[in-house]
């Protein structure tokens, strides 16, 4: 039932600040306009308070998650296109209408390497999108073509390639309409309050890469060093000329070696350094216990908490109700899923997660020591800063989108709400 004022406060609850802390504290929102309120200024402003209030009973009520790297959901790759538009479209809203289920109100669709023409058509659908009963499509995130075939993974090595010609040839695979400046970019579709979001992992050591990185910065694209060889030298020019985050720390790039210690080197601190001002990238990590040993999981966060990102890179086959077994991917190929794990049918190479974001969340304070509220920040906050939209999304402050879920004191998902509405609760 709605708010007869279209006012509503959570109390008895427990709120994450930006800053990992929880406090006891109520929160107003406005379910017209979906958003936070600030309660003071509303009620000096309204002279009225909520009509609805909801009692929490102790539990968390947090910004909604943020997944920027992910495959696929509930029998959809975001990677296959079979020439139906609407057809694809119907796969994501799909996705974004269930996802909701873990916690997650704002995810980045991510395409892994494809064959260079379907990119200019999947990256126009994989514009932002946003219905009142589903999480938040944000934009794109381009995992390859341009990658070190060393590095590949579970990418095709036949479609991977070089930028010979540098942005230009970034804008012939990808298109040019998809890299043009942000403000254009966002204003050839519809994109509610200029909300939009566009990021390209490549390896910075592969031919014409590196010099892409500041002019795709300057568009507003965000650039993420993986699937890549780089040396600790390489990677730190790579992060001088722009580069803002690091594609899942620890898989696919070089393992940390006292005489290089490559990649994962960017986590040091090192500003005393520099003779100019130095940001350390953003890093993500996929908490699942097995792409990365929860020992090396509270290395990288103990190194550089405020930089961490909790993802789940999961694939198509990413549904908390599936059983394990043998699945159809792509190209002929198959995942088998062991619990957590997944890999490729044949081999050892591990194909992305099924792991929801929600039980990354949990796993984090489980491996690492830090508390439900520092965890929290690293599926909220920290993911909204590194794509600059901080004051939307992943936050409490007053005039940000009223997407929010409930959690109990253990991080388990009661109820989600996106836009001021529940979409989802716990039976």
Not at 203 to 223: N, R, Y
Not at 357 to 379: E, H, P
Request: charged share 25%.
């Amino acid at each position: 039932m709605s708010s007869s004022n279209g006012l509503i406060c959570f109390t008895n609850c427990l709120l994450p600040l930006e800053d990992g802390s929880l406090v006891e504290r109520d929160l107003w929102i406005d379910e017209r306009r979906g958003v936070i309120l600030d309660a003071q200024k509303t009620f000096f402003l309204r002279k009225e308070r909520p009509a609805k209030v909801i009692d929490l009973d102790g539990n968390i009520l947090s910004p909604g998650f943020l997944d920027i790297q992910i495959n696929g959901a509930y029998g959809f790759d975001f990677s296959v296109y079979q020439g139906d538009d609407e057809a694809y479209s119907s796969g994501l809203k799909t996705v974004a209408e269930k996802i909701v289920e873990t916690g997650v109100t704002s995810l980045l669709p991510t395409t892994i390497t494809q064959e260079k023409t379907l990119y200019p058509k999947l990256l126009k659908l994989l514009r932002p999108y946003s219905s009142p009963n589903s999480a938040t499509l944000l934009g794109w995130h381009a995992e390859g073509p341009f990658i070190q075939y060393a590095k590949r993974g579970a990418h095709a090595p036949s479609f991977l390639q070089p930028a010979p010609n540098g942005l230009a040839s970034f804008k012939e695979v990808y298109g040019a309409e998809n890299l043009a400046d942000a403000e254009d970019w966002l204003m050839t579709g519809d994109h509610e309050r200029g909300l939009g979001v566009r990021v390209i992992t490549a390896a910075p050591e592969v031919e014409g890469v590196m010099s892409t990185i500041a002019p795709l910065s300057k568009s507003g694209v965000v650039f993420s060093i993986g699937h890549s060889l780089a040396s600790s030298a390489k990677a730190l020019e790579a992060v001088q000329r722009g580069a803002r985050l690091i594609t899942h720390l620890f898989n696919a790039m070089p393992q940390l070696h006292h005489r290089d210690p490559a990649i994962i080197d960017l986590l040091a601190k090192r500003e005393h350094l520099m003779p100019r001002p130095f940001q350390r990238p953003y890093y993500e990590m996929i908490v699942d216990g097995i792409h990365s040993h929860p020992n090396s999981v509270r290395l990288a966060y103990t190194a550089f908490p405020e930089g961490c990102i909790l993802i789940t890179d999961a694939m198509k086959i990413l549904d908390p109700n599936l059983k394990d077994g043998v699945h159809e991917w792509r190209d002929g190929k198959r995942f088998v899923k062991e619990g957590d794990r997944l890999y490729l049918e044949g081999t050892d190479t591990l194909a992305g997660s099924v792991v929801t974001l929600d039980k990354c969340v949990r796993n984090f304070v489980r491996f690492t020591g830090c508390s439900l509220g520092d965890s929290i920040k690293c599926a909220t906050y920290n993911p909204a800063k590194c794509l600059g939209i901080e004051n939307r999304k992943g936050t409490l402050r007053a005039g940000a989108d009223a997407d929010l879920v409930v959690l109990d004191r253990l991080g388990h998902p009661l109820q989600t709400w996106v836009g001021g509405k529940q979409v989802w609760g716990k039976q």
